[in-house]
């Protein structure tokens, strides 16, 4: 008899996350052990129940998928997290993965894709839709100058080394005390810098030229 998971489902709106849990439910394998309207409320859950699984709404209102995921996956780290997602925005991609997500979910799969996938991340594998993930492979071959890094000023490696970590621009901006104005200004620069389009493309040059963050520079 296969193992059953036990899962956590987050979603704010009520139809979506009944027909969620009615197509987990209809498996032998799920159980659907608590349900949350919100981020706080997933959080508090998760670490209460311990479930095999998080599977998490990304745009909640008060504390997102993403904020709940970064804070579960610390708290509750044996928890495997799945968010749920219209966006096939590429820094959502990235930001969810960075907050501790081992699933990026699209909202338009079918019922038995959904507890396909949620087994194998439940499983311990990672999970990215296939044309998201060539996308971003495609993204990471790109060639860059070899010394545009070195053009950043000493903020900017900053920004972009925080950016690397899934911040958003106002996180940024309250590890550095900066108004989240002056960051979105340094993303422009930083961007042109790099000669890339977008923070996906800034975020993975940076991840693979890891170096310290100064959050304690006099800028």
Do not use: C, W
Request: glycine share 6%; proline share 5%.
């Amino acid at each position: 008899m296969p193992r059953t998971i036990r899962v956590l489902l987050a979603e704010d709106h009520p139809i979506f996350r009944e027909g969620i849990a009615e197509a987990l439910g209809a498996a032998p394998d799920f159980e659907v052990v608590a349900q949350a309207e919100s981020g706080e409320a997933a959080l508090e859950m998760a670490y209460r129940l311990q479930p095999d699984m998080v599977l998490l709404d990304i745009s909640m209102p008060g504390m997102g998928g993403i904020a709940a995921a970064r804070e579960i996956a610390a708290s509750a780290p044996g928890v495997r997290i799945m968010m749920l997602t219209v966006s096939e925005n590429h820094d959502s991609l990235l930001t969810a993965l960075k907050a501790g997500a081992h699933g990026y979910v699209l909202k338009g799969v079918s019922a038995s894709e959904l507890r396909a996938i949620t087994r194998r991340v439940a499983g311990g594998e990672a999970y990215v839709p296939p044309a998201l993930a060539a996308e971003m492979l495609t993204e990471l071959s790109h060639p860059h100058p070899p010394d545009s890094l070195a053009e950043l000023t000493a903020r900017e490696t900053d920004v972009l080394k925080l950016l690397a970590q899934g911040l958003t621009n106002r996180e940024i901006g309250e590890q550095m005390h900066l108004a989240e104005k002056t960051i979105k200004h340094h993303m422009t620069s930083i961007l042109q810098k790099l000669h890339v389009r977008s923070r996906t493309e800034a975020a993975l040059i940076a991840m693979q030229h890891r170096a310290p963050i100064r959050l304690d520079r006099k800028y």
